[in-house]
T-cell receptor
Framework: GQQVMQIPQYQHVQEGEDFTTYCNSSTTLSNIQWYKQRPGGHPVFLIQLVKSGEVKKQKRLTFQFGEAKKNSSLHITATQTTDVGTYFCAGVRSGGSYIPTFGRGTSLIVHP | KAGVTQTPRYLIKTRGQQVTLSCSPISGHRSVSWYQQTPGQGLQFLFEYFSETQRNKGNFPGRFSGRQFSNSRSEMNVSTLELGDSALYLC???????????????FGPGTRLTVL
């Protein structure tokens, strides 16, 4: 079945440093979604990317969808302590039913 | 506007029992999706309901079922509970069917189910 690999599993950064998490799918995707989950909280939907090579920005967050629509990345510039949490990607397989497959997430720890 | 509400928030059951979880979406939202989150398997999609119809279903056994009412409220049922069903069950609502849009979905706080 479809697999979505996400790396790294954990990332420690000093406040102000940049952070990137990567997702790779075993199959071509129709779209990919990104979520953030704070410790003890529920996931918060961040964005959905649909087009090949798409790049979208939300303030300090930059989301990219690969040209082959099999990989994606989330980059945070100048991290802040409020960025702490686990970031998940979820890919929906191209040509199939709308069933998102989640990566295992990257836990971001920001040291002040 | 009130957010997505889920009841109960915590539940303890024993193996073999069944359980029903409830989700009330944001007012006006017609799509409700259910997810299971465990430390071992991570986040997994269970199913999505839109206009009282199940639109998509993830890779879960038939013990997991759901339904949606005309007011968009949804229930999820798990029969013959197993220890491995212990998890955080999350529901999320969106305005329209997610298979046809990039609409934002909003998660509820979840129901923490423990099976003993």
């Amino acid at each position: 079945g479809q697999q979505v690999m996400q790396i790294p599993q954990y990332q420690h950064v000093q406040e102000g440093e940049d952070f990137t998490t990567y997702c790779n799918s075993s199959t071509t995707l129709s779209n990919i979604q990104w979520y953030k989950q704070r410790p003890g909280g529920h996931p918060v939907f961040l964005i959905q990317l649909v087009k090949s090579g798409e790049v979208k920005k939300q303030k300090r967050l930059t989301f990219q969808f690969g040209e082959a629509k099999k990989n994606s990345s989330l980059h945070i510039t100048a991290t802040q302590t409020t960025d702490v949490g686990t970031y998940f990607c979820a890919g929906v397989r191209s040509g199939g039913s709308y069933i998102p497959t989640f990566g295992r997430g990257t836990s971001l720890i920001v040291h002040p | 506007k009130a957010g997505v509400t889920q009841t109960p928030r915590y539940l303890i059951k024993t193996r073999g029992q069944q359980v029903t979880l409830s989700c009330s979406p944001i007012s006006g939202h017609r799509s409700v999706s259910w997810y299971q989150q465990t430390p071992g398997q991570g986040l997994q999609f269970l199913f999505e309901y839109f206009s009282e119809t199940q639109r998509n279903k993830g890779n879960f056994p038939g013990r997991f079922s759901g339904r949606q009412f005309s007011n968009s409220r949804s229930e999820m049922n798990v029969s013959t509970l197993e220890l491995g069903d212990s998890a955080l069950y999350l529901c999320a609502s969106s305005l329209v069917y997610r298979g046809g849009s990039a609409d934002t979905q909003y998660f509820g706080p979840g129901t923490r189910l423990t099976v003993l």
